[in-house]
């Protein structure tokens, strides 16, 4: 069973990530478990009350976030009664990152999905401070939806890399299933100046030729050094539908989150948005 861990802070932008999520894996038996992480609302409400009003505030507003994520379990369950989908609900009183990710370890998440930007909706910026903190942090897939983002499945899937990571197992086998359950074709593209490849990018490149060998895949080269433009470019150019990278040391995605402010990160992309973590999981 799939396991997915759907983050919402109630706005549409939530709504429509859950609901992209519920159809992307329609085929798949699924445990989706929405969750709300609401301390710094409680921190921010509560300011000037003393220990036991904050207590009796802080019970208070755990109940109302309960009964809004039941009726949102309620609204998913009468959107699609899919016999192959589980859902359930968590309401946690901490930081959105740490709840994520200690939801994660303890289920065993498989991919977190979540909109690209909540109830501040800045559209200026391709992603909102929340999302790009758990894109940053948490130990586990992310699929960020954009807003407003209405379509069904993905068709073309742009994954660029510098073949310089060795990849996991049990995230490539993640995209590789769902590519599968469209028919999706999976475009490698390599952005240099030089087309050669080292011994070590040429054993990477190999392990994904062998782990998507039942997919529809090809690899594309792309000459440049701005990154960031290229693949904005490939993205209009290709008709791409679903945007793929891996969030590791050195990686073209560090380079974009790590060496800029919210404001500057170059990506503006309209289609959902795969970040691999290619950290340890269990």
């Not at 998440?109 to 909102?128: A, P, S, Y």
């Not at 080269?221 to 470019?233: L, P």
């Not at 990160?265 to 950290?279: D, E, H």
């Amino acid at each position: 069973m799939k396991k997915v861990l759907i983050p919402t802070d109630f706005s549409e932008t939530s709504s429509n990530a859950i609901r992209y999520a519920m159809r992307l894996f329609k085929y798949d038996r699924s445990e989706f478990i929405i969750m709300n992480a609401f301390a710094d609302e409680v921190y921010e409400s509560a300011k000037e009350m003393n220990r036991e009003d904050f207590e009796a505030f802080k019970e208070t507003y755990r109940k109302n976030v309960d009964n809004d994520l039941q009726e949102q379990v309620d609204d998913m369950m009468a959107t699609s009664a899919n016999p192959k989908h589980k859902y359930e609900y968590e309401s946690c009183f901490g930081s959105l990152v740490d709840e994520v990710n200690e939801i994660v370890d303890r289920e065993n998440i498989d991919i977190v999905v979540m909109g690209t930007k909540g109830k501040t909706d800045d559209r200026n910026l391709t992603f909102g401070s929340n999302t790009l903190q758990v894109i940053k942090y948490v130990k586990c897939p992310v699929l960020a939806v954009p807003v407003g983002y209405l379509e069904e499945y993905p068709q073309n899937i742009l994954f660029p890399t510098d073949y310089m990571v060795p990849y996991k197992r049990r995230e490539l086998k993640l995209l590789s299933t769902l590519a599968m359950s469209y028919v999706a074709t999976i475009n490698f593209l390599y952005i240099s100046d030089f087309k050669g490849l080292s011994h070590r990018q040429l054993d990477n490149r190999d392990f994904l030729d062998c782990s998507f060998e039942n997919n529809k895949f090809s690899f594309m080269h792309g000459g440049g050094k701005d990154i960031t433009k290229t693949i904005n470019q490939t993205i209009t150019d290709k008709n791409i539908d679903m945007l793929v990278m891996v969030n590791q040391r050195h990686s073209y995605l560090e380079n974009m989150l790590y060496n800029s402010t919210i404001e500057k990160i170059g990506l503006r992309i309209k289609i959902p948005f795969l970040v691999l973590q290619n950290l340890h999981r269990k």
